[in-house]
C-alpha cells in the first residue's frame, strides 16, 4: 500500500527528514540561467516539497550530489597532511529514473572497477534515494530506447498529482513516520513513460571499426569543445587532479578533484607535448563509442540512460540520440 498526501502534510514528514538528512533535488534557481533573465533548474538543497521542481527536467543532473564539481581531498603542509571532513549527515536524493540507472553506472566506475574509490565510498555510503515519477516524456528523452525509463531500485516514490503527492515507501523506518501522519492509504506505483518521441537504434553489429567512419568529420567544425555535455551527463566520471597553494604560503594547500572533460582541449595531453584526439570529430568518436559500444562491452549494458540532456544543453544544436541512429550509416560504410 502507499500514501496519499498534500503539501502541508508531507512538509511535516520532509521536516523529519532534515534532522537527519541532506535532502537535495530538482530545485529552481531564479535568474541562474546561461541566458539574461532565465531560471535554471539544478540540484540544491531543499527543506520543502514546494521547493522540487516535478513538472520540469532538471538541466543539469543528479550527479554533483555524489561527486562533487570540485571536491578537496586532503590539505598538506611541508610535513603533514590532513583528509578533508565528508559530511556526517546522511543523504536524500530526488532524482528519475533514469539517472537512478545513472548511479548504478557511476557506482561501477567508482566502486567495482578495481579498488573502490575511497573519497566516492565515503559519500555513496550515505546516499538513499527517492524516485520521481515521469507521468510524460521530455524533451529530447529517448529513456525507453536504453531501457532505463522503469526503476525499482528506490528508499520510496513519489509522483505529483494535482495537489495531492502520491507515495509508495519501502524503508521502514520513513513508512512509520507516514504511518504516524494519519495519512490515507491507497494502492501507488510509480509513473513511468513507455514512448519518447525521440528514439535511437543502435546496430546489432555495431564493432570498433566504426571508428573509420566519416561520419565523424562533420563534428570537425559543428563542435566547439565547450564540454557542456559532459558536465550535465549523468554518467560523465572524468575528473583532473589539481593542487591548489595558498598565497600566504607557497608550500601549503589542498588538493583537489575537479570535473573534467574528455570534448575539451588539454584533456589527452601526455607528458613530452603529446596530445590525442586533437579534433573535435575525434573526440565525439571516442564519447559515442564510450557511451554504446566498448562500455557495454565489459559491463554487459551501455553506460548511456537516455535523458536527453546533452541535446538539451549544445550550443550548437548537435544531437547525440542522431549520433546515435547515424552508427548503422557508419557501419554500412565501412563494411564495403
Not at 115 to 120: K, Q
Not at 233 to 261: H, I, L
Amino acid at each position: 500500500m502507499g500514501y496519499v498526501a498534500k503539501n502541508d502534510i508531507l512538509d511535516l514528514f520532509i521536516a523529519q527528514l532534515t534532522k537527519q538528512y541532506l535532502i537535495f533535488a530538482p530545485k529552481r534557481f531564479k535568474n541562474g540561467g546561461i541566458y539574461s533573465d532565465t531560471d535554471c533548474i539544478r540540484y540544491g538543497e531543499v527543506t520543502s516539497i514546494d521547493q522540487i521542481v516535478f513538472d520540469e527536467k532538471s538541466e543539469y543532473s543528479f550527479k554533483e550530489t555524489v561527486l562533487p564539481v570540485i571536491q578537496t581531498l586532503f590539505f598538506f603542509t611541508e610535513g603533514s597532511t590532513k583528509e578533508a571532513d565528508i559530511t556526517q549527515k546522511e543523504i536524500i536524493v530526488f532524482l528519475r529514473s533514469c539517472d537512478l540507472h545513472g548511479m548504478k553506472r557511476l557506482d561501477d566506475m567508482y566502486l567495482h572497477n578495481g579498488p573502490a574509490d575511497y573519497y566516492y565510498q565515503q559519500i555513496r555510503s550515505k546516499v538513499k534515494f527517492v524516485l520521481i515519477g515521469c507521468e510524460h516524456s521530455f524533451e529530447n528523452c529517448f529513456c525507453v530506447s536504453m531501457g532505463t525509463n522503469r526503476c525499482e531500485n528506490y528508499e520510496m516514490s513519489i509522483d505529483k498529482s494535482g495537489e495531492n503527492y502520491r507515495i509508495n515507501c519501502k524503508n521502514k523506518d520513513w513508512k512509520k513516520q507516514l504511518s504516524d501522519l494519519n495519512l490515507a492509504e491507497e494502492p501507488v506505483a510509480p509513473s513511468y513513460v513507455t514512448e519518447n518521441l525521440i528514439q535511437v537504434s543502435i546496430p546489432g553489429n555495431l564493432e570498433f571499426t566504426v571508428a573509420q567512419s566519416k561520419i565523424w568529420d562533420e563534428y570537425d567544425s559543428r563542435c566547439i569543445n565547450c564540454g557542456r555535455c559532459n558536465f550535465v551527463c549523468p554518467t560523465c566520471t572524468c575528473f583532473s587532479m589539481q593542487d591548489m597553494y595558498y598565497s600566504d604560503n607557497g608550500k601549503v594547500g589542498e588538493r583537489r578533484r575537479v570535473w573534467a572533460s574528455c570534448m575539451v582541449d588539454g584533456f589527452t595531453d601526455v607528458a613530452g607535448g603529446g596530445s590525442y584526439r586533437k579534433k573535435n570529430g575525434q573526440r565525439m568518436r571516442f564519447k559515442v563509442l564510450h557511451k554504446v559500444y566498448d562500455y557495454k562491452k565489459r559491463n554487459g549494458y551501455h553506460m548511456c540512460v537516455g535523458c536527453g540532456r546533452c541535446d538539451d544543453i549544445c550550443p550548437e544544436y548537435i544531437s547525440f540520440s542522431n549520433c546515435i541512429n547515424k552508427l548503422s550509416e557508419g557501419m554500412k560504410e565501412v563494411s564495403k
